[in-house]
């Protein structure tokens, strides 16, 4: 689907000046026909996942970003509306199952439409990120109700994920999102995540909800101040 500069700038919460800038600055993929820009919707989270891990300007920007925002605590929330679960599964299939069968019914969600499009959506493209982290996601089903949930699974040996470094993964952030703008932002969120090495190894350890909700909370925190605080 082709999306216009000004849908852009409203799905990533963010200024039309600033989308123009990502173009041009962090080659956000886009194209001209009849000299409009025009942009890709799977092609722009492809670039937040790629991108999000290195560079928090696109997860905060100090023009659009206030303290008490949605997106100051959106991990963090997403995780209290979900769980931490530790998994037998030895499988990506298996895994996917496990875990869809463990929350389906809380979210609200039919179980086997839900595995059948995750597993369809690893089929497109592997959600593994690298670092032994994935996020299983798919946008064809946006969950019902006002809150995002991120289920994080913790298989007890790591699961061959097709990741490009070949690393088996130790953790799965399962993201469930309940609009098109908040699955992008947690998607960002996750990747940047992964680029703090000390926690996202703490966290592949194990790790209970209460102590990885608290981890959580502090990370955001200080990114939000880190924008705040830029000159």
Not at 73 to 98: C, M, N, P, Q, T
Not at 161 to 190: E, M, T
Not at 211 to 217: D, E, G, V
């Amino acid at each position: 689907m082709d999306l216009k500069l000004e849908e852009v700038a409203s799905l990533l919460h963010v200024s039309i000046s600033t989308v123009e800038r990502w173009v041009q600055e962090f080659d956000l993929p886009s194209y001209r026909l009849q000299g409009q820009l025009l942009f890709s919707r799977a092609e722009i989270e492809r670039w937040i996942l790629q991108e999000s891990s290195k560079n928090d300007d696109l997860l905060f920007n100090k023009e659009e970003n206030q303290e008490g925002s949605w997106q100051t605590f959106s991990l963090y929330r997403a995780i209290h509306k979900g769980d931490v679960v530790f998994i037998e599964s030895s499988s990506r299939e298996g895994a996917i199952d496990e875990v869809i069968s463990h929350v389906g019914k809380d979210l609200g969600i039919d179980r086997a439409t839900m595995v059948e499009l995750l597993i369809d959506r690893e089929k497109l493209m592997t959600t593994a990120l690298g670092a032994e982290v994935a996020i299983p996601h798919t946008r064809e089903c946006l969950i019902r109700g006002p809150h995002d949930v991120v289920v994080v699974a913790l298989p007890r040996k790591p699961i061959d994920w097709k990741a490009l470094d070949n690393k088996g993964v130790k953790a799965l952030f399962f993201l469930f999102a309940c609009d098109d703008k908040r699955h992008l932002n947690l998607l960002a969120k996750i990747a940047h995540l992964t680029s703090n090495k000390t926690l996202i190894e703490k966290i592949k350890e194990g790790v209970d909800k209460n102590t990885l909700m608290h981890w959580i909370k502090d990370w955001e925190q200080t990114l939000s101040q880190k924008v705040l605080t830029r000159v």
